[in-house]
């Protein structure tokens, strides 16, 4: 399975190795020759198949996965056909199935918990587009050594309202993730919240609560499943967790969480304002234990200004003087009601004018406004926060430092100007200077679509595409091609006939549909 060979596939896929195959489809781990990068490659034979539908759910994995951009989904690349072949290739993310994560049991609580969260990010931004998944299970869902997660496989994947791929009385799933309503044949985004308890019962458990002997008894055991009688065995969990599960993990729809929004309001994740194939939520362990950290801090700073407001408030009350330190030029410090004299005596010296004021009944003045200057100068050095949001989500550089992937809520930062660069792996790199106020919060964000421009090239019947001589990928392309404005020199190249070269004018927010027929050219 794993033997490595030369084989080339469809004249740009180097086959590294086979991963799964059988009569008709295949799995393979692939160099793209072309792109210089690995890739996860699947393929499908359409000679002599016998049930049509393994073809519908395959152009429909590809169409699904095109609209989805989420760095807990994983992406496609290309999509195309190559003779009796139509194959996708996806971005290659070394991994483990969560089955194995499951088996192997060697996560803390909050490590399980930072997958459940992932898992329902990308599924929060599926269900906003109107995808329902309906095959989530551990062996669909990857995840790395850095515990990221990406769900795979959308094979079975639903887009709402498009009745013309999946007849109303097929059942499709594992029967053993299966949603009560879905051995029904009905189709809802709840269905893979029902899913995503079983799984997350038995990412914490190691168990699943519906799994019978048999298949029979399996989908008996989700028809009538019924939460309170298995409850028990997460009185372990802190409440969050518990009912988090418990609301996914309900038989009837009406009480059963409507989106994955909600659970995540649950687990303490606030929503995005954006959430179209954006990151729409984004923490992690050590994320969440920076921000207990800031918090803290801050919960300090602001006891130690109380306690200095009060102190002066007391002193003020009883007329006394707050002491001030000098220092004298033997560099002795001492009070100002102190001197000290050669013989190394101490006695009580006190200036005439403070006398005079004494008579007067009158507080010192001037050392109350040192004590509210020092005031002050505290508030004044205190961090600023910064929150950063961007369309489509993007890595977050500040001064040159990874700090996230976007949105990044309340990220603390000091005073001053900084440099901020968004990096998206289908975008130009976006670069701003941003000032820090201190003390208080500055929003930022940024829609890519509206600073950049777009190209499409429609090639028949293929071509390799050049920008400024740099090779961008063979037709036909998933994605646009995105520009920061001004002129290009576009060539496209096809080995049976001469080159193309056209010089293009991209503006921002604009798409260019670029079209080129060989054939017709060359007649």
């Known amino acids: ?174 029967p053993s993730y299966m949603a009560p309503e879905q051995i029904r044949g009905e189709k809802t985004q709840q269905t893979d919240l029902f899913s995503t308890g079983l799984v997350a019962y038995e990412l914490f458990t190691g168990r699943n609560p519906v799994l019978g002997s048999a298949m029979g008894e399996t989908i008996n055991n989700i028809l009538n499943f019924n939460f309170e009688n298995c409850s028990s065995t997460l009185n372990f969990l802190p409440d969050d967790l518990k009912l988090a599960i418990k609301s996914m993990l309900q038989n009837d729809l009406r009480r059963r969480a409507k989106s994955a929004n909600e659970i995540l309001k649950i687990l303490g994740v606030e929503e995005n304002r954006n959430t179209t194939q954006t990151n ?38 009883n007329k006394e003087k707050p002491e001030q330190t000098v220092v004298l030029n033997d560099k002795l410090p001492v009070k100002n009601d102190v001197a000290i004299q050669k013989n190394n005596s101490i006695s009580v010296k006190k200036p005439e004018a403070e006398v005079s004021k004494e008579k007067q009944s009158s507080v010192s003045l001037p050392a109350q406004k040192t004590s509210i200057k020092r005031v002050i100068s505290t508030t004044e050095n205190l961090p600023g926060k910064v929150f950063i949001d961007s369309y489509p989500w993007s890595v977050v550089y500040i001064d040159n430092k990874k700090i996230d992937n976007t949105p990044i809520n309340e990220f603390t930062l000091s005073p001053g100007e900084h440099n901020l660069e968004l990096l998206h792996p289908d975008y130009p790199a976006y670069t701003q200077k941003i000032f820090v106020t201190s003390g208080k919060k500055d929003s930022i964000y940024v829609n890519m679509n509206n600073l950049f421009g777009f190209l499409k090239c429609s090639i028949y019947p293929w071509g390799k595409i050049y920008i400024d001589g740099k090779y961008i990928g063979i037709t036909p392309l998933v994605n646009s091609i995105v520009l920061k404005p001004g002129k290009y020199n576009l060539t496209v190249e096809n080995e049976n006939f001469s080159p193309v070269s056209k010089v293009v004018t991209i503006s921002p927010k604009n798409t260019i549909d670029y079209k080129l027929n060989f054939e017709e050219l060359n007649k």
């Open 280 to 317: 729409s939520f984004n923490i992690s362990p050590q994320k969440h234990n920076y921000k207990k950290a800031i918090i803290m801090s801050f919960i300090v700073i602001i006891a130690g200004l109380l306690g200095l407001m009060i102190r002066n408030v007391w002193s003020y009350a």
């Open 1 to 174: 399975m794993d033997k490595k060979t030369t084989e080339i596939l469809f004249d740009k896929f180097e086959i590294l190795s086979c991963l799964k195959k059988d009569s008709q489809t295949g799995v393979y781990l692939a160099n793209h020759i072309f792109l210089g990068k690995k890739i996860l490659l699947k393929t499908l034979n359409t000679e002599g198949l016998s049930d049509s539908t393994i073809l519908e759910r395959f152009k429909r994995e590809a169409k699904i996965l095109a609209q989805l951009e989420h760095p807990n989904l994983i992406k496609v690349l290309d999509f195309g056909t190559h003779n009796n072949f139509f194959y996708i290739s996806f971005e290659y993310f070394e991994s483990k199935n969560l089955r194995e994560i499951i088996s192997s049991n060697n996560l803390s609580q909050e490590e399980k918990k930072f997958l459940l969260i992932q898992l329902l990010q990308a599924l929060n931004t599926a269900h906003y587009n109107q995808i329902i998944h309906r095959d989530i299970k551990p062996e669909n869902i990857l995840v790395n050594s850095n515990n990221e997660l990406k769900i795979a496989d959308f094979g079975l994947a639903l887009i709402i309202n498009d009745n013309n791929l999946t007849n109303n009385s097929t059942i499709v799933g594992t």
